[in-house]
């Protein structure tokens, strides 16, 4: 059984930084993604970053980059979000998701490419 488990979400001023993790266990080996998504309060879950567990491979959005930077420990199977300069725009309920497929530039942001989705973790961000 796939789990993810994300942490690492908390309340920090405008202009701070967070680092989020995302562990995850019982994917098999071979060629998966991880991604990250957040979704704030009224408004649909987004696609904010993923990285390709082959190669290493990075998508962003355009909010967040230059800001959060993803990247994986796979001896640890855990992938982090560096988060940076934060604004109260980024304030969400931020979840990790997986699948064996990697998705393509066109479609890395969308929900429906993830099997696997983790419980979230929230991200507070105060001006």
């Known amino acids: 059984e796939v789990q993810l488990q994300a942490s690492g979400g908390g309340s920090v001023q405008a202009g701070g930084s967070l680092r989020l993790s995302c562990a995850a266990s019982?994917?098999?080996?071979?060629?998966?993604?991880i991604g990250w998504f957040r979704q704030a309060p009224g408004r649909e879950r987004e696609g904010v970053s993923c990285i390709m567990r082959s190669d290493g491979r990075t998508y962003y959005a355009d909010s967040v980059k230059g800001r959060f930077t993803v990247s994986r420990d796979n001896t640890k199977n855990t992938v982090y979000l560096q988060m940076n300069s934060l604004g109260p725009w980024d304030t969400a309920v931020y979840y990790c998701a997986a699948d064996y497929t990697e998705p393509t530039i066109y479609d890395w942001n969308r929900r429906s490419e993830y099997d696997y989705w983790g419980q979230g973790t929230l991200v507070t961000v105060s001006s």
């Open positions: 019982g994917l098999s080996g071979g060629i998966y993604v």
